[in-house]
């Protein structure tokens, strides 16, 4: 599945510029840069409790 997403020109030319610095695609840019941000908000709210499941796991389910 293909999704379009707008961002600020700034964050596409660094994002850009680390893809080619890294030899990987902007796909892999994006996609290694959400799981950091998902990690660490799962890590954030690791202390609530296992059965209450926070917004971002029931949208990733």
Not at 24 to 53: D, R
């Amino acid at each position: 599945m293909t999704h379009t997403v707008t961002i600020d020109q700034r964050y596409y030319e660094s994002a850009m510029a680390y893809a080619k610095l890294h030899d990987i695609s902007m796909t892999s840019v994006v996609e290694q840069g959400l799981s950091l941000l998902f990690n660490q908000y799962k890590t954030k709210n690791a202390s609530k409790s296992i059965a209450k499941h926070t917004d971002w796991e029931a949208a990733m389910s």
